[in-house]
């Protein structure tokens, strides 16, 4: 078996990912970060042997067969492109692209590459996402005709620890993000589970903005939005965006014509699957049941120990076995920037009251150039470019109090 070189661009998140690289019989070469305090922490973990660097560009000279990107959310497009014109593989964490433009440019690059691009999109390699693909695959459940997820990561808000860690500064993606845009955990289960594609989103907002005396400095009153696709196959999709209705909690369901499946809320995991009692399988014995998913992967104590309900683990195992098999991953660079689209476009709908959007399919030269030159951003640029639109449904900012208390959390880095 191959080794494989690969550098990390990002520590903060990348270096969750550093045991499962080496799990997985690849070696970590180099590793990039601007900020000191994680280049630190990434020598502490991996010691002598691999290369450092807070300047890209050296980092980018570097040898390397493959790169997980886990840098700023809204900027991966731009790093993923000069990869992919290198030559190197790219895993890419969380999202693909922050414009409709650099969706485009991405597809060209990576149509031209020799290297794979794959989106390091953990939530469908959970335990019980594993399990409702496997369900949905045995092509009991029929036709599918509607699927919902649900991404709820509510934050503490007198605890200023997490914005030492994940804002430290006011200008940070996460204070501009609209609550569309990190929509890919709850989607990217759907589509996996019933291979289904988005043609058509529409969004409405959850207008909730924070109102006591909390550590806040995000410019979005926007709790969450719920957003709705029509599918290439005709089904439905509802979802969210990353939500904070007031419990931490991750749910899926997938509905067919004979059948459903999801994953039970507060049970730490369960399955229900049900099917009609006219169309109950032969072989299932009672048409309604709840229950734990298998735990019979060959590295299940690998995957036990992965963050993510496992899908840390199994993601780096699927991108590293699609490049020593020469395959395309299921989760290429159509499957990422289809999401990217979804994320952007819901969140010009829930502007526009609803308004529907033809999701583009970036296959086809027509769709591309209709968004080659869309590069409309709700966040602050590399380079301190201001803002192009709105991050919330109506105007909203923190308070003096909030940004003080915010201010004051991130003093003591």
Same mark, same amino acid.
């Given at each position: 078996?191959?080794?494989?070189?690969?550098?990390?661009?990002?520590?903060?998140?990348?270096?969750?990912?550093?045991?499962?690289?080496?799990?997985?019989?690849?070696?970590?070469? $180099?590793?990039?970060?601007?900020?000191?305090?994680?280049?630190?922490? @990434?020598?502490?973990?991996?010691?002598?042997?691999?290369?450092?660097?807070?300047?890209?560009?050296?980092?980018?000279?570097?040898?390397?067969? /493959?790169?997980?990107?886990?840098?700023?959310?809204?900027?991966?497009?731009?790093?993923?492109?000069?990869?992919?014109?290198?030559?190197?593989?790219?895993?890419?964490?969380?999202?693909?692209?922050?414009?409709?433009?650099?969706?485009?440019?991405?597809?060209?690059? $990576?149509?031209?590459?020799?290297?794979?691009?794959?989106?390091?999109?953990?939530?469908? #390699?959970?335990?019980?996402?594993?399990?409702?693909?496997?369900?949905?695959?045995?092509?009991?459940?029929?036709?599918?005709?509607?699927?919902?997820?649900?991404? &709820?990561?509510?934050?503490?808000?007198?605890? $200023?620890?997490?914005?030492?860690?994940?804002?430290?500064?006011?200008?940070? %993606?996460?204070?501009?993000?609209? $609550?569309?845009?990190?929509?890919?955990?709850?989607?990217?289960?759907?589509?996996? @589970?019933?291979?289904?594609?988005?043609? *058509?989103?529409?969004?409405?907002?959850?207008?909730?903005?924070?109102?006591?005396?909390?550590?806040?400095?995000?410019?979005?009153?926007? *709790?969450? /939005?719920?957003?709705?696709?029509?599918?290439?196959?005709?089904?439905?999709?509802?979802?969210?965006?990353?939500?904070?209705?007031?419990?931490?909690?991750?749910? +899926?369901?997938?509905?067919?014509?004979?059948?459903?499946? =999801?994953?039970?809320?507060?049970?730490?995991?369960?399955?229900?699957?049900?099917?009609? %009692? %006219?169309?109950?399988?032969?072989?299932?014995? &009672? &048409?309604?049941?709840?229950?734990?998913?298998?735990?019979?992967?060959?590295?299940?104590?690998?995957?036990?120990?992965?963050?993510?309900?496992?899908?840390? #683990?199994?993601?780096?195992? =699927? #991108?590293?076995? @699609?490049?020593? =098999?020469? !395959?395309?991953?299921?989760?290429?660079?159509?499957?990422?920037?289809?999401?990217?689209?979804? /994320?952007?476009?819901?969140?010009?709908?829930?502007?526009?009251?609803?308004?529907?959007?033809?999701?583009?399919?970036?296959?086809?030269?027509?769709?591309?150039?209709? %968004? *080659?030159?869309?590069?409309?951003?709700?966040? +602050?640029?590399?380079?301190?470019?201001?803002?192009?639109?709105?991050?919330?449904?109506?105007?909203?900012?923190?308070?003096? =109090?909030?940004?003080?208390?915010?201010?004051?959390?991130?003093?003591? !880095?």
């Amino acid at each position: 078996m191959k080794t494989i070189k690969m550098g990390i661009f990002g520590c903060n998140r990348g270096m969750n990912f550093a045991n499962h690289i080496m799990m997985n019989n690849a070696e970590i070469v $180099a590793v990039c970060d601007k900020d000191e305090r994680w280049l630190n922490k @990434a020598k502490e973990k991996l010691g002598d042997g691999v290369a450092y660097y807070s300047d890209f560009e050296e980092f980018f000279k570097h040898d390397m067969d /493959a790169v997980l990107l886990a840098n700023y959310f809204n900027e991966h497009a731009p790093f993923a492109i000069r990869f992919l014109e290198k030559g190197v593989h790219v895993l890419s964490e969380c999202t693909p692209a922050g414009t409709m433009a650099e969706c485009v440019e991405l597809v060209e690059a $990576a149509e031209k590459s020799t290297a794979t691009y794959m989106i390091c999109e953990n939530y469908p #390699f959970m335990t019980f996402n594993r399990e409702i693909t496997r369900i949905c695959e045995t092509g009991t459940l029929g036709k599918f005709m509607f699927a919902e997820g649900e991404y &709820n990561h509510p934050g503490h808000g007198k605890d $200023a620890s997490f914005s030492r860690t994940y804002i430290p500064y006011e200008k940070h %993606w996460r204070n501009y993000l609209p $609550a569309t845009y990190y929509c890919t955990h709850a989607l990217a289960p759907l589509m996996y @589970a019933t291979g289904a594609t988005p043609k *058509r989103v529409t969004a409405f907002p959850i207008w909730a903005p924070p109102t006591e005396k909390i550590v806040c400095s995000k410019h979005s009153g926007d *709790r969450t /939005a719920i957003i709705t696709t029509l599918n290439d196959d005709d089904s439905v999709f509802r979802f969210t965006g990353c939500a904070a209705f007031g419990h931490e909690e991750n749910s +899926y369901r997938v509905c067919g014509t004979k059948g459903q499946v =999801e994953n039970l809320r507060g049970t730490g995991g369960k399955i229900s699957l049900n099917y009609s %009692w %006219w169309d109950k399988p032969e072989n299932v014995e &009672n &048409n309604s049941t709840v229950y734990e998913p298998e735990k019979n992967d060959p590295d299940q104590e690998l995957i036990d120990k992965a963050g993510h309900g496992g899908g840390d #683990f199994v993601v780096m195992r =699927e #991108f590293l076995n @699609a490049l020593r =098999e020469n !395959r395309r991953p299921k989760m290429d660079v159509y499957f990422a920037t289809v999401m990217s689209a979804v /994320a952007i476009l819901s969140h010009r709908s829930l502007m526009e009251g609803g308004m529907p959007y033809d999701v583009p399919d970036f296959r086809k030269q027509e769709d591309r150039d209709k %968004w *080659r030159e869309d590069r409309s951003t709700p966040f +602050y640029g590399y380079n301190g470019e201001e803002p192009t639109i709105p991050c919330s449904s109506k105007p909203w900012h923190p308070s003096e =109090e909030q940004l003080k208390a915010y201010f004051e959390g991130i003093k003591n !880095r």
